[in-house]
Structures are given as C-alpha cells and as structure tokens.
C-alpha cells in the first residue's frame, strides 16, 4: 500500500516538473504538501538539481547523452595559447575540421558519435605530438587535455550504454577528419588541430537541442531518482 501511494505522489510530482521547468514554480508546488508528500516533492527536486551544471560548466545533450565539460576554462586556457600554437602551422591553405563536409550539416542523431571520435582523436592524435619548447604553452595544452579526457570518458560510458550510436554519415565525415590529417605529417598534423580547437567547440556549443529532448531527459533522470528512493523505501518498510 506505501509502495502503491509512493508511486502516485511520484507520478503527480513529475507531472508537476513537466508543467513547470522552472524551479520556483516547482518549489511553490512542494510548498503546500505535507509528510510524505514534501519529501518526495524536495527528492525529486534535488534531482532536478543534479541535471543543471555546476560553476563554470556547461551541460551538452548529444540525443540521450548528457555530459558537461568546463567550456569557459578550455576556452581561457585556449586563447592563452592560440596565437603561439597557430604561428606554429606552416600550412595555413588546408583545415583539418573546416574542410567540405567535415563538421558541416551533422545529423543531430550523428553528433555524439562523431563527438567522440572527435575526443579520442584529440588524446590519441592531438596533445601527445603538441610539446613545445615552451613550458607555460605545455602546461596549458596539459590542462586542456586533462578536460578532453574527462569528457571522452563521460562519452564512452554513453557509447557502452547505446545511447551514443554511430551512423554511416558520422562514420564517413569522421574518415574525411582523418584522411585531412593524415595528409600531413604528424607534428604540423597535431599543431593544426590544436590551432582549430575552437572551430570544434564552437560546433559543440551551436548544437540545437529540442526542448522535448530535455523534457525527455528531465523526466527520465528524475524517474530513475525516485525509483532509486523507492527500492530503499520498499525494504523499509
């Protein structure tokens, strides 16, 4: 019988966060509920709170992949470096992201996979073959690459859950990256691509993403906290 009225407070609840997005409308619905009630309403708002993005972060959805990455510091760290990395390019005539169908017109279905190519190629390609004489110019290419891993881990858990798949036009604009790429050799290759960070994280960052695509993801995050709550509850009582 708790388990049944735990289901019905659960289902009225998300029903509410559906209706109102906005945290203090669904505050005001939690206000004037009591015992049972409240609690499920505050649970549920807590993980309404883990989906939006700690300081400094930015949450991208790649379908039913969500992960965050810290843009702003990438970006600092980036620009601290652009000038030195791009002098460095000895080649300014070819691009290895901005070349004919590389990034352009990607289906929203193809973007987590090609983003995750794109991130182990960064590691495996990219930031090994970037050393400079430079000390300050390699500790900001390290921490850059320390963000890059995070997030291509957080990209290879969605890859192992099916919620990352690969299409044939991922597949095909990812072999075009790396046919650009291995037209060079690999030093003037990796400085390159490095120079071009920005044009891949300008292209994360124009990704659309549909407000039914959140409505999904909100949903479906909060129904597996309160499925979470619910087993510990069940074994409670």
Not at 21 to 37: E, F, H, T
Not at 118 to 139: G, Q
Request: hydrophobic share 40%; with cysteine; charged share 20%.
């Amino acid at each position: 019988m708790t388990i049944m009225l735990f289901r019905k407070d659960s289902e009225a609840i998300l029903s509410s966060l559906n209706r109102s997005p906005r945290q203090p409308a669904v505050l005001a619905s939690c206000s004037s509920m009591k015992g049972s009630r409240l609690f499920l309403c505050l649970f549920s708002m807590l993980c309404w709170l883990n989906l939006m993005p700690t300081a400094g972060n930015k949450i991208f959805h790649f379908g039913l992949c969500r992960v965050s990455m810290s843009v702003t510091e990438i970006r600092s760290g980036f620009t601290a470096i652009k000038a030195n990395i791009q002098a460095r390019d000895p080649i300014r005539t070819l691009s290895i992201l901005s070349s004919p169908h590389s990034l352009h017109k990607v289906k929203s279905s193809d973007r987590c996979c090609i983003t995750h190519h794109l991130f182990n190629f960064y590691m495996d390609k990219v930031f090994k073959h970037c050393k400079t004489e430079d000390s300050y110019v390699n500790r900001k290419i390290s921490s850059i690459a320390n963000s890059f891993l995070s997030m291509k881990r957080k990209l290879g858990q969605c890859h192992e859950q099916n919620k990352c798949m690969c299409g044939q036009e991922s597949t095909e604009k990812f072999k075009q990256i790396l046919a650009n790429y291995e037209g060079l050799n690999v030093t003037s290759a990796a400085i390159k691509s490095l120079g071009e960070l920005d044009i891949l994280l300008d292209w994360m960052e124009k990704a659309p993403v549909s407000s039914r695509t959140l409505s999904v993801l909100l949903a479906r995050h909060v129904g597996e906290c309160i499925s979470s709550l619910a087993l510990r509850w069940k074994y409670r009582v």
